[in-house]
Nanobody
């Protein structure tokens, strides 16, 4: 049984940092897309960052470029999202999604991906 679990969320002040983790059990991050999405209350879910584990290629939404860094640790089957210079508008539930290169277009991330699994999410709250 595959489980995707996010952790690392919390409450910080503007300008602070958090590191989110996405760990998959029963699933191997080999030649897969791992992407972070977020959803704020009353808003649609949006792509934040993605990494293709086959070669380490990364993609970022314009709103987080230069502030967030996505990375992978293959030995731990873990993908991280380092979030720096956090802003109140980054407040949202953050979700990890895993899948293959596919046919669904995610414009914020500029990737085609077929999502196989979602995590339950981790809350990030940034206060001003």
């Amino acid at each position: 049984q595959v489980q995707v679990v996010e952790s690392g969320g919390g409450s910080v002040q503007a300008g602070g940092s958090l590191r989110l983790s996405c760990v998959a059990s029963g699933y191997t991050y080999v030649h897969k897309y791992i992407a972070w999405f977020r959803q704020a209350p009353g808003k649609e879910r949006e792509g934040v960052a993605a990494i293709y584990t086959g070669g380490g290629m990364t993609n970022y939404a314009d709103s987080v470029k230069g502030r967030f860094i996505i990375s992978q640790d293959n030995a731990k089957n873990t993908v991280y999202l380092q979030m720096n210079s956090l802003k109140p508008e980054d407040t949202a539930m953050y979700y990890c999604a895993t899948g293959d290169v596919g046919r669904d277009w995610y414009p914020a991330l500029k990737i085609y991906m077929s999502i196989e699994y979602w995590g339950q999410g981790t809350q990030v709250t940034v206060s001003s």
